[in-house]
């Protein structure tokens, strides 16, 4: 075996090496001047949406492989990444789309009173962290019912979430509750269906609260998803998405026609992240992120 031979099959192993979704990532790497690898965007994307991804449905890969392969998509953000791995995302020139880590639970959330002082305690800590880390979105969530009625559930929302909103305004963090089917996923949460969303994000009054529309989610609780995202567009802070049913790719396989949606989305100037969220059922999982990016890059 030659000197050049050797030198060529060493290359080409090395590229293989980060291709395992299908793209070459060794030529979109370079080393900045303190040696460390920052990726650049091999794809060019169109730009009308900010496209991101949430870590946990691609739990099997560790996070720093997961930055480099993802950046080269042309994603610029990854959700769900508490203050202790922000130091990873900005290496790779990552945003953390949207942050966590200040709620107690899903479960256990602003709609009960007794949760008040360790939520109103956590989210002005983290609202401080997020800020000084150059993010903006901050999650959190209503709760479950708990024998709670919406109304009342709502009047707690809103008196817990005005006691940190006026902090989130000063260092520009935007607050953002998610919506959740409680009819498969769910059981009992209380913030399932748009309406009692929307409805909040108008007693607290503030640009630094919106809702994450889950778009999953609402298929389940409601459907009837663009008209919803036209009508009250305002509200809306950020975007996941997955299949329905089943939560999977957001291919052909399911009901939802992602292409006319993301439309819907830009069409209404939407600048903020759409993520998505789905759990890869193919054998491939970064073969069907890439999927999906290059369908929801309208």
């Known amino acids: 075996m030659n000197a050049n031979f050797k030198n060529q099959r060493r290359k080409a192993i090395k590229q293989i090496s980060f291709s395992s979704i299908g793209l070459t990532l060794s030529s979109s790497i370079q080393l900045n001047a303190k040696g460390i690898k920052n990726p650049i965007n091999q794809f060019k994307m169109k730009e009308k949406i900010n496209h991101s991804v949430c870590k946990w449905c691609f739990s099997k890969i560790p996070l720093e492989e997961f930055a480099v392969k993802v950046k080269a998509m042309g994603i610029t953000g990854i959700d769900l990444i508490g203050p202790k791995q922000w130091h ?6 990552l945003i953390s789309s949207m942050c966590n880590g200040a709620e107690i639970s899903l479960t256990e959330g ?9 939520l109103v305690d956590n989210y002005l800590k983290h609202i401080d962290m997020v800020s000084d880390a150059g993010f903006k979105n901050l999650i959190c969530f209503s709760g479950n019912r708990r024998n709670i009625g919406d109304e009342k559930g709502l009047l707690n929302c809103a008196e817990g979430l005005k006691k940190i909103i006026g902090h989130a305004e000063k260092k520009g963090v935007i607050i953002q509750m998610e919506l959740l089917n409680s009819k498969v996923d769910h059981d009992d949460y209380m913030c399932d269906n748009s309406n009692w969303g929307f409805e909040l994000c108008r007693k607290i009054e503030s640009d630094n609260f919106k809702l994450l529309f889950d778009i999953y989610h609402m298929q389940i609780s409601e459907g009837d998803i663009i008209r919803t995202i036209n009508d009250n567009h305002d509200f809306i802070g950020h975007y996941h998405t997955a299949g329905v049913p089943g939560r999977n790719e957001i291919d052909q396989t399911q009901e939802l026609f992602y292409p006319a949606i993301m439309k819907a989305i830009s069409a209404t100037g939407f600048k903020g992240f759409v993520a998505q969220e789905f759990i890869p059922k193919g054998p491939y999982p970064l073969q069907s992120l890439k999927k999906a990016i290059d369908l929801c890059d309208v």
Do not use: A, S, V
């Not at 990873?88 to 020139?93: N, P, Q, S, V």
């Open 110 to 118: 602003w709609n009960d009173k007794k949760y008040h002082r360790t």
């Open 88 to 93: 990873i995302l900005k290496k790779y020139g």
